[in-house]
T-cell receptor, first 115, second 111 residues
Framework: NAGVMQNPRHLVRRRGQEARLRCSPM?????VYWYRQLPEEGLKFMVY????????ESGMPKERFSAEFPKEGPSILRIQQVVRGDSAAYFC?????????????FGDGTRLSIL | KNEVEQSPQNLTAQEGEFITINCSYS?????LHWLQQHPGGGIVSLFM???GKKKHGRLIATINIQEKHSSLHITASHPRDSAVYIC?????????????FGEGTQLTVNP
């Protein structure tokens, strides 16, 4: 499978729990982007990472949210102490490099539901 | 006002019709993307363009940098084209390689 892989596809958490969303980029891609799509809203940028580095996190909420992209393994978006307002679809995209002419390839997303 | 505006918000067409979706943006950009999102599904990148026109099958995308406007055309539309079409821009300013998205156009093609 050469595409961007996100798991799980659906995740249900109770308020106060932690949510971990995983993204494995396409083979050969070292740049990862996380986007959030709230119900009835458009996609919004959250964070842009390169291997072991956060390049731009200007779209991340100031508290409870963190992201990493370790040297080995998938990128992880972590949400601590989830609240109902975190319910959304979270999409990951990857690119081979970071230039403006690099296409981004999207995963199928993780649908997070908070009870 | 959003940096990226799409019109129409909703569009219903009959199979075979020619469809146009518009995107206007207010910032300087280095590239513009058209994306397709099916209900409950993932996002597929249709086009990335920074000038002129691109064609892939029944889909055509154009961009006018001076007017800050892009259009996505679908010729001979089919019910399987029903999806949300999203315009996204990559700014050439300090925002690096992230995308800024329009609200999307919900397209329904009836048989």
């Amino acid at each position: 499978n050469a595409g961007v892989m996100q798991n799980p596809r659906h995740l249900v958490r109770r308020r106060g729990q932690e949510a971990r969303l995983r993204c494995s980029p396409m083979k050969g891609h070292s740049h990862v982007y996380w986007y959030r799509q709230l119900p009835e809203e458009g996609l919004k940028f959250m964070v842009y990472l390169q291997k072991e580095n956060i390049i731009d996190e200007s779209g991340m909420p100031k508290e409870r949210f963190s992201a990493e992209f370790p040297k080995e393994g998938p990128s992880i978006l972590r949400i601590q102490q989830v609240v109902r307002g975190d319910s959304a679809a979270y999409f990951c995209a990857s690119s081979r490099a970071g230039g403006f002419n690099q296409p981004q390839h999207f995963g199928d997303g993780t649908r997070l539901s908070i009870l | 006002k959003n940096e990226v505006e799409q019109s129409p918000q909703n569009l219903t067409a009959q199979e075979g019709e020619f469809i146009t979706i518009n995107c206007s943006y207010s910032v300087g950009i280095s590239a513009l993307h058209w994306l397709q999102q099916h209900p409950g599904g993932g996002i597929v990148s249709l086009f990335m363009l920074s000038s002129g026109k691109k064609k892939h099958g029944r889909l055509i995308a154009t961009i006018n940098i001076q007017e800050k406007h892009s259009s996505l055309h679908i010729t001979a539309s089919h019910p399987r084209d029903s999806a949300v079409y999203i315009c996204a821009v990559r700014s050439g300013e300090t925002s690096g390689s992230r995308l800024t998205f329009g609200e999307g156009t919900q397209l329904t093609v009836n048989p």
